[in-house]
């Protein structure tokens, strides 16, 4: 029970997160002045600048893209026994739906940070266009890069763990 109501609560802050993104992507774009930014410096690259357009919505399209490739993966990607080796670890029915739902929270948190890198994108643009900001913040994304690295290696770990005591109380 406890797990269905984080992959909701995660799955809530996601689709939140997504329209937030859309919300200020349609509010900021008439604001815009003529001439935006559309890529940022990343790595000392050039900013480049182009008349306003509709290409400014690629980055909550990006969003979306990657929200629901993630959303499908969460609904497809775990509906396999888990298995070690050739043996299955459990037997039990309602382990196999509790370590797919650990699997489901690992993507939709990671989920959460992939749209907070877009919407840091699209406000980091937003601001550079109206000359507030010079860029990105780097510090911010890295560090949203930095734990979404570290969530993989994490969710492993808590997986393994949760084996071994699973292989450990039979």
């Known amino acids: 029970m406890r797990g269905k109501k984080s992959i909701l609560f995660l799955s809530l802050a996601s689709w939140l997160l997504l329209v937030l993104g859309w919300v200020m992507a349609f509010y900021a774009y008439p604001r815009l002045p003529q001439e935006m930014p559309l890529w940022l ?3 000392g690259q050039q900013v480049i ?11 909550p399209l990006a969003q979306t893209l990657f929200f629901f490739a993630f959303w ?3 609904r497809v990607g775990f509906s396999r026994n888990i298995i070690s080796g050739k043996k299955q670890i ?6 196999e ?9 690992s993507v939709y948190l990671a989920l959460i940070f992939f749209n907070l890198i ?7 643009i937003i601001l550079l266009a109206h000359q507030v900001e010079k860029g990105v913040d780097e510090f911010y994304f890295y560090t949203l890069f930095g ?3 570290i969530l993989i290696p994490y969710s492993r770990l808590r997986k393994k763990f949760l084996i ?5 109380t039979q």
Request: hydrophobic residues 45%; aromatic residues 24%.
């Open 41 to 43: 410096n990343f790595f």
């Open 49 to 59: 600048k182009m008349r306003k357009s509709p290409l400014f919505f690629i980055y």
């Open 72 to 74: 499908f993966l969460s």
């Open 90 to 95: 459990f037997s039990s029915g309602s382990k």
């Open 97 to 105: 739906i509790f370590f797919e739902e650990l699997e489901k929270e």
């Open 118 to 124: 877009f919407i840091h994108i699209q406000r980091s």
């Open 147 to 149: 734990i979404l690295l």
């Open 164 to 168: 071994k005591g699973y292989k450990s």
